[in-house]
T-cell receptor
Framework: QKEVEQNSGPLSVPEGAIASLNCTYS??????FFWYRQYSGKSPELIMS????GDKEDGRFTAQLNKASQYVSLLIRDSQPSDSATYLC????????????FGTGTRLQVTL | DTEVTQTPKHLVMGMTNKKSLKCEQH?????MYWYKQKAKKPPELMFV???????INESVPSRFSPECPNSSLLNLHLHALQPEDSALYLC????????????????FGPGTRLTVT
């Protein structure tokens, strides 16, 4: 099993809908998780981090962490065309805290 | 302010050239990273500096040589690269506080697009 797994997509949602991006992780990955947004040709931008079981909300974004299921998700409410990008899920290794493991990314397309 | 700057934005070099990539952050972060990213792939960790000391080298070929002159600066020296080394090179930094939480949030610079001819 890969350490951090994401569906590569593309995930297509209509404008104004909720986009749900999912990520699963293996036992080796620590309890710190991060969501990055990356536009084509640009660098990754940190949009959410989550460390505790449960939900964390920031504006239109909600990150969810379920440690029992080893599952992390990102919800984007009221999706806009400007949200169209690749979303990378990353987790930190226990014991070597500086080392993030990235998933392969999910490409999100928000259609008009 | 979560700004990491990188220069140059674009670099084209021949296989016999020597060049350097530069990265700077003024957030007081004590950990800095070099990543390599190929098209449609996630970033791939190359090196980690923690408190100005090299702490992780992900078995990177010696034609890539990192340097951390001080806590704000990170360089990547390039020599005798191969065409397959063409990629987006990303620098990142994090606070590195020694506990789980926001200290591990990594902030990326805009990257240097490297082409090896």
């Amino acid at each position: 099993q890969k350490e951090v797994e994401q569906n590569s997509g593309p995930l297509s949602v209509p404008e104004g809908a909720i986009a749900s991006l999912n990520c699963t992780y293996s036992d080796r990955v620590s309890q710190s998780f991060f969501w990055y947004r990356q536009y084509s040709g640009k660098s990754p931008e940190l949009i959410m981090s989550i460390y505790s079981n449960g939900d964390k909300e920031d504006g239109r974004f909600t990150a969810q962490l379920n440690k029992a299921s080893q599952y992390v998700s990102l919800l984007i409410r009221d999706s806009q065309p400007s949200d169209s990008a690749t979303y990378l899920c990353a987790g930190g290794y226990t014991g070597t805290a500086s080392k993030l493991t990235f998933g392969t990314g999910t490409r999100l397309q928000v259609t008009l | 302010d979560t700004e990491v700057t990188q220069t140059p934005k674009h670099l084209v070099m021949g296989m016999t050239n020597k060049k350097s990539l530069k990265c700077e952050q003024h957030m007081g972060h004590r950990a800095m990273y070099w990543y390599k990213q190929k098209a449609k792939k996630p970033p791939e960790l190359m090196f980690v500096y923690s408190y100005e000391k090299l702490s992780i080298n992900e078995s990177v070929p010696s034609r890539f040589s990192p340097e951390c002159p001080n806590s704000s600066l990170l360089n990547l020296h390039l020599h005798a690269l191969q065409p397959e080394d063409s990629a987006l090179y990303l620098c990142a930094s994090s606070q590195e506080g020694g506990f789980l939480g926001s200290s591990y949030e990594q902030y990326f610079g805009p990257g240097t697009r490297l082409t090896v001819t």
